[in-house]
C-alpha cells in the first residue's frame, strides 16, 4: 500500500483526474448562482490529490515533509467525505 501511495504516475493520474472532474462539475452540473459552499467537496478533493502529489516529490528532499503533506492529504480526504455527506443531506 505504501508503494501505492509514493508513485509518480498514480499521483499524476489522480491529480488529473480532480482536476477535469471539477471542471466538468462547475461547468455541467452547477449553475453559477449556486452558493459557494455547494463547491467544498471539489475543493477538498483537488488539495487532498495535490497534498499527496507534492507529498511525492518531497519525500525524496526532506522526508518529515513529505509526511507531513501526506496527513493533510488524508485530512482533506476525510474533510472531503464528510463535505459531500452534508451537501448531499442539504440538498435532498
Request: net charge positive.
Amino acid at each position: 500500500m505504501r508503494n501505492l501511495l509514493q508513485s509518480k504516475t498514480l499521483a499524476w493520474c489522480a491529480f488529473i483526474v480532480v482536476f477535469f472532474l471539477v471542471i466538468a462539475s462547475i461547468v455541467t452540473m452547477r449553475s453559477w448562482t449556486t452558493q459557494y459552499w455547494t463547491l467544498a467537496d471539489e475543493f477538498c478533493a483537488f488539495m487532498m490529490v495535490f497534498c499527496q502529489l507534492i507529498a511525492v516529490y518531497m519525500n525524496k528532499y526532506a522526508p518529515d515533509a513529505g509526511s507531513k503533506l501526506s496527513v493533510c492529504a488524508a485530512i482533506f480526504g476525510v474533510l472531503m467525505i464528510i463535505s459531500f455527506i452534508v451537501e448531499y443531506i442539504l440538498m435532498n
